[in-house]
């Protein structure tokens, strides 16, 4: 009997090692599968940028504001080098936790984040990084409620993960302006903005852009 008990000790351990490596190989697999998601979702949004930059590139370029309207519009977004003199003095658009940098590899492995992931409280405010108009406003898979605004000069920023979007397409944003609220529509554990920089559609570290106080 005591030979019996130790087979089947035996064979139970066995049964227990199949198993634990079949739920390996299932999450090796979804890891794959979230993999091919990601890389699915990026290429999905270098399409959507390219067909707006596109439509942005064959609208005519609006006249230069006179006086008075250049203190309505602190930042020009057809004045030539107007975006770039916020090299380095631009604010985080949202207060909170820097926890995935550009360049860092995610989790689930196989990519890198191509921006910002910043912890926040949903509904907190996301603010424009600066002035220019809102070419995207919807949900895209992978991104969730995602605005995209171009500043001009080939520069875009994008705010994703949003829980609400309170600018339309066309709109006019100013620097520091309410543009959305803080949530986890992206599909992300929790809740936090998703931020790009991009120029001629590239993704760029914005850290670089940003005012480091």
């Given at each position: 009997r005591a030979r019996v008990t130790h087979k089947q000790q035996l064979e139970q351990e066995q049964l227990t090692r199949r198993q634990e490596l079949a739920l390996i190989s299932k999450e090796v697999d979804a890891q794959r599968r979230d993999i091919g998601d990601l890389q699915r979702d990026e290429e999905?949004?270098?399409?959507?940028?390219?067909?707006?930059?596109?439509?942005?590139?064959?609208?005519?370029?609006?006249?230069?504001?006179?006086?008075?309207?250049?203190?309505?519009?602190?930042?020009?977004?057809?004045?030539s080098g107007a975006f770039e003199q916020f090299k380095g003095k631009l604010n985080l658009p949202v207060q909170g936790e820097l926890a995935h940098r550009f360049g860092s590899p995610r989790p689930d492995g196989g990519t890198v984040w191509r921006g910002l992931f910043i912890q926040a409280g949903s509904g907190q405010a996301v603010q424009a990084i600066a002035s220019g108009r809102v070419v995207f406003a919807?949900?895209?898979?992978?991104?969730?409620?995602?605005?995209?605004?171009?500043?001009?000069?080939?520069?875009?920023?994008?705010?994703?993960?949003?829980?609400?979007?309170?600018?339309?397409?066309?709109?006019?944003?100013?620097?520091?302006?309410?543009?959305?609220?803080?949530?986890?529509?992206?599909?992300?554990?929790?809740?936090?903005?998703?931020?790009?920089?991009?120029?001629?559609?590239?993704?760029?570290?914005?850290?670089?852009?940003?005012?480091?106080?």
């Open positions: 999905r949004l270098a399409k959507l940028l390219e067909r707006i930059e596109k439509i942005v590139a064959s609208k005519p370029k609006a006249p230069a504001p006179g006086r008075d309207e250049e203190r309505d519009q602190p930042l020009s977004r057809h004045r919807d949900w895209l898979r992978g991104f969730g409620n995602l605005m995209i605004v171009d500043h001009g000069e080939n520069y875009m920023s994008l705010y994703g993960n949003n829980e609400t979007l309170y600018k339309q397409v066309g709109e006019a944003v100013a620097r520091g302006e309410r543009v959305a609220a803080v949530g986890n529509s992206g599909g992300n554990a929790g809740s936090g903005l998703y931020f790009e920089m991009r120029y001629r559609g590239k993704p760029f570290d914005p850290m670089g852009w940003l005012n480091p106080k």
